[in-house]
């Protein structure tokens, strides 16, 4: 069933909120929505405490590896990490306490999918596919969504569809889709693409992007019928926003 999940996106270090579409080697493009005072460890700890399993922590770009750590350190065997996983660092990230990694830009190599690399990652985590989550976040492309790379500006070759989903579920736990043009903006979610994930998907899976209220909860729930979880982030009052509350989260997933 629908539930909120929580995140922690780092960003040279720092907890931050940033428009997903402005995110590429040039500093001077990106858009920050909000950036913490605050440890990443505050935000995990926050987690903790309302028990929101399932958050991801993702690490956009170099120079979060310590945020990231000390993250993990609050709540070991809790929470997923992602950005910049390989079959070389996988499991060093499962044991610095991460419950799963997720595995995005590996995957692709010069743009192009690459099984033998997803089986070198599950490979490097014992061949526990509990322990994966692949990010299959994406780009609109007039009537399709085709999976997006390096901090989501360069396309790859896959589609987002039934197909790639079916190929790709016998390999790990869950999925987690950013729509990365929706992302960081709190204009609304894209509703076609949670009713496909809703259709497509057998294991669990994340939406993020482009939530504003506790509304697109109930909205998700029911386009995807109930097999769609929603990350919120920009909107989220924890990360200086005005359209939710943590706390209105929590409880709509103790309903």
Sequence with gaps: MTRFRPCIDLHSGQVKQIV??????????????????????????????????????????????????????AW????????????????????????KVIVTSYLFQDAKFSMGRLKAVLSAIKDDKNKLVIDLSCRRQDEKWIVAMNKW??????????QSIKLLEPFCSEFLIHAADNEGLQRGIDEKLVEKLG????VPVTY????????????????????VDLTIGSALDIFGGKGVKLEDCVLWNEQ
């Design 76 to 99: 070991p065997g809790a929470l997923q990490v992602g950005g910049g996983i390989t079959e070389h660092n996988a499991w060093q990230w499962i044991q610095c306490g991460a419950e």
């Design 20 to 73: 997903g579409s402005t995110l590429s080697s040039e500093p001077s493009n990106l858009k920050t929505n909000y950036v913490s005072k605050l440890p990443a460890s505050h935000f995990t700890k926050l987690y903790k405490d309302h028990a929101l399993n399932g958050a991801h922590v993702i690490m956009l770009g170099p120079g979060n590896e310590e945020a990231a750590k000390e993250a993990l350190s």
């Design 208 to 227: 993020a992007g482009g939530g504003k209220s506790v509304d697109d909860l109930d909205r998700v729930k029911r386009i995807s019928c109930g097999h």
């Design 153 to 162: 500006q360069t396309l790859t070759d896959m589609e987002l569809n039934e």
């Design 199 to 202: 259709q497509w998907c057998t």
